[in-house]
């Protein structure tokens, strides 16, 4: 079964987390960034490692060198052609891109145009992929950072682009301590504009904070929300019943997507009480086979040295999955994506037909 020639969907994809390693190294040189490596392979390396220590918080300061590049209009357009290339070359023919462009003002460039240059980066990845007979679709899921007091304003920019190439609300950062209730008032805006919301949750921190999400953030997905395992209880007598507690209850009887990326949630500590967790550990075939909305995303393919493949890949090796399952979360993801109706229809149809011919 060859992974990566199948049509795939990408939920939960940083811009900031993808860049490619040779491009970071040329960008910073014309800045005069200072980089830890200055060999692509060995730049490569240090991101892997580093982000292997089993902390979100360590995981995160990786992404100083990866911003750091993207300030200028130049960076982000170049960063974000490459970023669409780099899925189509995977197979994803939908691709949601998650950014915060509150971290890409450092040097005088507004909020209105760091968004424009990235939509010109992505545009000119479709046009590249469609000359070259493929099909590739994306959409911008413009991000709020938890920790800062821009909720609202960040709002309004995903509103004001929803027209050119914005497709949806993120909310990202420290989780624990930063509860989406400090931003009320602007995901209830955000549900007044009828702008979709995803939040991260349920990865740094427990059951509490995806209540929070569903409550105070009024998401439709969930980040991550792989600690939802911890609102499951199996049966001590017979392991094969369990139950669920109330949030758990509502995420899977209304089936609220969860974007689960395997390889990260180990890196940053989202299986909390496992030591050293290797893929067995991951609690996604549990909830799969419980029924739960999952689907498979890289979060950060630089930072995890990985993609959409490798996933499928990893979670083939390690549960025995088949090709209709892979496809079932292909199509899970694509019912969730944030885009319009016919072009979903479009991607399902892609994915039916190709994973057919496989």
Same mark, same amino acid.
């Given at each position: 079964?060859?992974?990566?020639?199948?049509?795939?969907?990408?939920?939960?994809?940083?811009?900031?987390?993808?860049?490619?390693?040779?491009?970071?190294?040329?960008?910073?040189?014309?800045?005069?960034?200072?980089?830890?490596?200055?060999?692509?392979?060995?730049?490569?390396?240090?991101?892997?490692?580093?982000?292997?220590?089993?902390?979100?918080?360590?995981?995160?300061?990786?992404?100083?060198?990866?911003? *750091?590049?993207?300030?200028?209009? &130049?960076? +982000?357009?170049? #960063?974000?052609?490459?970023?669409?290339?780099?899925?189509? @070359? %995977?197979?994803?023919?939908?691709?949601?891109?998650?950014?915060?462009?509150?971290?890409?003002?450092?040097?005088?460039?507004?909020?209105?145009?760091?968004?424009?240059?990235?939509?010109?980066?992505?545009?000119?990845?479709?046009?590249?992929?469609?000359?070259?007979?493929?099909?590739?679709?994306?959409?911008?899921?413009?991000?709020?950072?938890?920790?800062?007091?821009?909720?609202?304003?960040?709002?309004?920019?995903?509103?004001?682009?929803?027209?050119?190439?914005?497709?949806?609300?993120?909310?990202?950062?420290?989780?624990?301590?930063?509860?989406?209730?400090?931003?009320?008032? *602007?995901?209830?805006?955000?549900? &007044?504009? +009828?702008?979709? #919301?995803?939040?991260?949750?349920?990865?740094?921190?427990? @059951? %509490?904070?995806?209540?929070?999400?569903?409550?105070?953030?009024?998401?439709?997905?969930?980040?991550?929300?792989?600690?939802?395992?911890?609102?499951?209880?199996?049966?001590?007598?017979?392991?094969?019943?369990?139950?669920?507690?109330?949030?758990?209850?509502?995420?899977?009887?209304?089936?609220?997507?969860?974007?689960?990326?395997?390889?990260?949630?180990?890196?940053?500590?989202?299986?909390?009480?496992?030591?050293?967790?290797?893929?067995?550990?991951?609690?996604?075939?549990?909830?799969?086979?419980?029924?739960?909305?999952?689907?498979?995303?890289?979060?950060?393919?630089?930072?995890?040295?990985?993609?959409?493949?490798?996933? +499928?890949?990893?979670?083939?090796?390690?549960?025995?999955?088949?090709?209709?399952?892979?496809?079932?979360?292909?199509?899970?993801?694509?019912?969730?994506?944030?885009?319009?109706?016919?072009?979903?229809?479009?991607?399902?149809?892609?994915?039916?037909?190709?994973?057919?011919?496989?």
């Amino acid at each position: 079964m060859n992974i990566r020639k199948l049509p795939k969907v990408s939920l939960h994809d940083h811009l900031d987390g993808g860049l490619r390693p040779a491009t970071i190294i040329e960008l910073a040189n014309e800045i005069g960034h200072k980089l830890p490596k200055n060999d692509p392979e060995e730049l490569r390396a240090w991101f892997l490692d580093s982000c292997d220590s089993g902390s979100l918080v360590d995981y995160l300061e990786t992404f100083v060198h990866t911003t *750091a590049v993207m300030q200028t209009k &130049e960076g +982000l357009i170049r #960063v974000a052609r490459e970023f669409a290339l780099d899925l189509a @070359k %995977d197979g994803v023919i939908y691709g949601e891109v998650r950014w915060a462009p509150e971290q890409h003002l450092s040097n005088g460039l507004t909020l209105d145009q760091v968004v424009e240059y990235v939509e010109e980066g992505l545009s000119q990845a479709r046009e590249e992929v469609r000359k070259n007979g493929g099909y590739l679709q994306t959409g911008q899921l413009i991000t709020a950072m938890r920790q800062n007091d821009r909720a609202q304003e960040i709002a309004e920019l995903a509103v004001r682009h929803r027209e050119k190439g914005c497709v949806g609300f993120d909310y990202a950062g420290p989780e624990a301590g930063f509860s989406p209730s400090r931003h009320a008032s *602007a995901f209830r805006w955000l549900n &007044e504009q +009828l702008m979709p #919301v995803t939040l991260h949750a349920g990865e740094a921190d427990g @059951k %509490d904070s995806i209540r929070d999400a569903i409550v105070d953030g009024r998401t439709l997905r969930l980040g991550h929300g792989v600690r939802i395992i911890e609102d499951v209880f199996v049966n001590a007598e017979d392991s094969n019943q369990y139950a669920f507690g109330e949030v758990a209850t509502w995420v899977l009887e209304r089936g609220i997507a969860l974007e689960l990326s395997p390889s990260s949630n180990l890196q940053t500590g989202a299986i909390p009480g496992v030591e050293n967790p290797t893929m067995s550990d991951h609690p996604f075939d549990e909830l799969y086979r419980l029924g739960f909305n999952v689907t498979v995303n890289t979060d950060n393919r630089l930072m995890s040295g990985t993609s959409i493949t490798r996933e +499928l890949e990893l979670l083939t090796e390690t549960f025995g999955y088949d090709i209709e399952d892979l496809e079932l979360f292909q199509l899970n993801a694509a019912n969730a994506a944030f885009i319009d109706m016919d072009i979903r229809s479009e991607i399902m149809d892609r994915i039916t037909e190709g994973f057919a011919k496989a």
